[in-house]
């Protein structure tokens, strides 16, 4: 009776509440209104009601933000996943998605959708909330500078940068008097107009500069390193002279701008002398990642918001405010990073691709439908690109730079991407550029980001080193090549004893490197040393207790799985080891729903369908995505805390798997392990060469080596320490689902070279 008191007690608590409503509605429907109790309340049925309510709910303004932002999102992703498998920055994708979603695609051909996504009075909402992020995307710039490698590089990069600076604005205000002459705009100043072309000539993508310098593995070289020198420095003197130019065109003539000019003086000191102080004051205390209290996170906000708000006031743009607290923020890169975290994600996830449609939105491709205009954008274009990418690459020739660095230096800072399209758009606001005139300014800012990767690669492949250098650089190839590529230590480590595994007892002749590849976007380029300690460190001391030499590679990549294939391949590896990766979609209905679509859709997957004759609905994973490119063997541990391989359990499923005894000789040879090669299919009977060769190995090493057609009984296998296995023969005993899969050690699915 007492198991059932509470069931008893909700029963009764649930039926008297229910019975006290009921009498409380009927007493109130007495008190309607004789309207009511006339039937003059319309009544349209159950179901038109339903219909009214729920298209109502759909015209909604919240509804509309949030499906508009869903719908953002998605295209942003999309077009982001696009762009990096050909080998360009994400930031060209969001900007692509915001042209598509807006009145230059999806207006021209589905205007109905368009209007229902986008109606002109839900754009105001968009704008607000676009604003938000830029504001903290701002503020994220401004941190991510280290003015420390300015005060130490300062002299050269501050001669490169301000002379592309200065010589794309004089190139700009020339194109101007071209621009103000035959398509003068209505109501602007000349002052104002040139300055703003020349401004947005002048500008350069720090954020999309530093990615592409990670990406390609730059961080530590001279050229990196100045290149970041250049850009940052090139940020704050930009942002200064943009500043300026608000201040102008809002006051209309220079001398009534002199007053704000002074005022935003008087805002740069408080800052510099008196707010900076006082925050480096709370990092030091503060600082760290467990001291980063909400109190503390409050008091960072706040001097972001009241940054941005003088600046606005003041009348130079509340971006600037936002970008300047971030650069007084305290200096210790953990502090940045934990900062940094906690506002990163909503800033560039969900709030900076709404920037890029409202971008795009306002973007109107359409009005660009005479020729001459067209000419006009072209010119724009080779002004932009002669400006800065020769301006820059002089200026660092001038300063003693290789031609190769200075051509490299000028294709970088010729990258525009996300900045400009935030001055374009405050050019926009401010009336400066028309309608036409800033759809060619778009066009020219998506023109100069593409265009940085091709440039960075023709210089590299017409100052490439010449052969007799290059057979400097040749390795051994005799040696045993072995690749482990982990993304956590812990894998990364059972991956090294696997190896170890099939090397020990020659060191000599093998070659083990560790390779981990961290996302581009998850990795500021100040906290990439201590981000490349902290990956190996682990592994190395394990390396160090085993005897083993090891080899480490760093790379930083938007795509992580081509940089492994790509390291595999150019390395000559003969063997690439992964761990096995975990899908997000196990464990529920709709994520098995959503990794069913996403390998029918997936292009990779339609290609090796294709490629390979293979049915549409067969698995296809991650780690099979790599195996399909890789020309080496490629290994793929389900770890199990492997440590050893004393004992070891090789089923044979399939004709295919006789690639396997090269495995199985080095585990007998290098681990004196104990080899059970279980003919489950007795293929043995039919395949006459695998069998002499395990006969004659069985002669050779009689103790090491145990041929069998019974199955394995449950206490075998719990004696086990691995079980290799081919991956084709590995998929059909997983859709077999036999009894002894659950009793299995740690797992090596092997899949053979490619032919």
């Known amino acids: 009776m007492r198991k059932y008191r509470n069931t008893i007690f909700y029963v009764v608590l649930i039926g008297t509440l229910l019975a006290v409503m009921y009498w409380v509605i009927r007493m109130g429907t007495q008190l309607e209104s004789p309207e009511l ?22 015209q909604h303004p919240l509804a509309i933000l949030l499906a508009q932002i869903v719908t953002i999102i998605i295209a942003a992703r999309i077009m982001g996943w696009i762009c990096i498998k050909i080998k360009q920055p994400v930031v060209i994708g969001e900007m692509l998605a915001g042209i598509i979603l807006g009145p230059s ?31 903290l995307f701002m503020f994220i710039i401004g941190m991510e500078l280290d003015l420390n490698v300015l005060r130490n590089k300062a002299h050269d990069a501050v001669v490169i940068s301000h002379a592309s600076i200065v010589i794309p604005f004089t190139l700009g205000i020339s194109l101007a008097y071209f621009l103000y002459l035959f398509h003068p705009p209505k109501n602007v100043e000349f002052l104002s107009y040139s300055l703003f072309i020349g401004i947005s000539m002048s500008i ?18 001279k050229l990196g390193a100045m290149a ?94 936002a970008f300047m607290a971030g650069a007084i923020m305290p200096e210790g890169s953990r502090f940045r990073t934990a900062f940094i975290e906690k506002i990163e994600d909503v800033a560039t996830l969900l709030l900076l691709p709404l920037f890029f449609v409202y971008t795009g939105l306002r973007t109107q491709i359409g009005l660009l439908n005479d020729p001459n205009l067209w000419m006009i954008t072209v010119g724009i274009i080779l002004v932009a690109v002669i400006g800065k990418f020769m301006g820059s690459t002089l200026a660092a020739r001038f300063v003693g730079q290789s031609w190769k660095d200075s051509l490299s230096i000028g294709a970088l800072m010729n990258t525009r991407g996300l900045m400009e399209l935030i001055v374009l758009n405050i050019g926009y606001d401010l009336g400066v550029l028309s309608a036409e005139l800033f759809s060619m300014m778009v066009v020219m800012a998506l023109v100069t980001t593409f265009m940085t990767g091709p440039s960075l690669d023709l210089i590299n492949f017409l100052y490439r080193p010449r052969k007799t250098l290059m057979r400097e650089d040749l390795q051994d190839k005799s ?66 207790q085993l005897d083993q030499p090891i080899k480490t590679v760093f790379k930083i990549s938007s795509d992580i799985d081509s940089g492994i294939v790509q390291t595999s391949n150019e390395g000559d590896h003969d063997l690439l080891l992964l761990g096995v990766s975990e899908s997000i979609y196990e464990g529920s209905l709709l994520g098995r729903f959503l990794d069913f679509t996403t390998r029918i859709i997936n292009p990779e997957k339609l290609f090796h369908t294709v490629t390979n004759a293979e049915s549409p609905f067969t698995t296809f994973d991650r780690n099979q995505q790599i195996n399909a490119k890789v020309s080496a063997m490629v290994g793929v541990l389900i770890d199990k805390n492997f440590v050893k391989a004393r004992r070891v359990t090789v089923p044979i499923v399939l004709e295919n798997d006789e690639f396997l005894y090269e495995m199985i000789q080095r585990f007998i040879h290098h681990s004196d392990a104990q080899v059970i090669v279980w003919d489950a299919n007795q293929v043995l009977r039919t395949n006459a060469g695998f069998k002499e060769k395990l006969r004659q190995l069985e002669q050779l090493v009689p103790n090491h080596l145990t041929i069998t057609e019974k199955g394995l009984d449950s206490d075998t296998w719990q004696e086990q320490d691995l079980m290799l296995i081919s991956l084709p023969s590995w998929n059909k005993m997983i859709n077999k689902k036999v009894h002894w899969l659950s009793a299995t050690p740690s797992t090596l699915l092997m899949a053979d070279r490619k032919p």
């Open 479 to 544: 040696k045993f090549k072995i690749l482990l590529s982990f993304a956590k230590s812990n894998t990364g480590i059972s991956l090294l004893y696997l190896a170890n595994a099939i090397t020990l007892k020659s060191k000599k002749n093998a070659e083990i490197t560790a390779l981990h590849i961290e996302p581009s976007n998850e990795l500021h380029h100040y906290e990439v040393e201590t981000q490349e300690l902290d990956s190996f460190r682990e592994i190395k001391q394990v390396a160090q």
């Open 37 to 58: 109790l006339r039937g003059e309340k319309t009544n349209n049925g159950a179901w038109k009601d339903f219909i009214t309510t729920l298209c109502d709910s759909l």
């Open 228 to 321: 970041i020198t250049c850009a940052a420095a090139d940020d704050i003197t930009a942002w200064c002279i943009l500043a300026v130019v608000i201040a102008i065109v809002k006051a209309g003539d220079f001398a009534s701008a002199l007053y704000t000019i002074g005022l935003a003086i008087g805002y740069l000191f408080v800052m510099i002398k008196i707010i900076r102080p006082f925050l480096k004051r709370v990092g030091e205390v503060k600082g760290s990642k467990e001291a980063l209290s909400k109190p503390v996170v409050a008091i960072f906000f706040i001097v972001l918001l009241l940054s941005s708000y003088a600046t606005e006031v003041i009348g130079i743009h509340a971006l600037f405010g």
């Open 204 to 221: 350069t993508a720090f954020p999309v500069l530093a990615r592409i310098i990670q990406e390609r593995g730059l961080q530590k070289s």
């Open 105 to 135: 695609l999806l207006g021209i051909y589905f205007p109905a959708f368009s209007h229902m996504l986008f109606p002109i009075e839900s754009l105001s909402n968009l704008q607000f909330l676009s604003q938000i992020g830029l504001i």
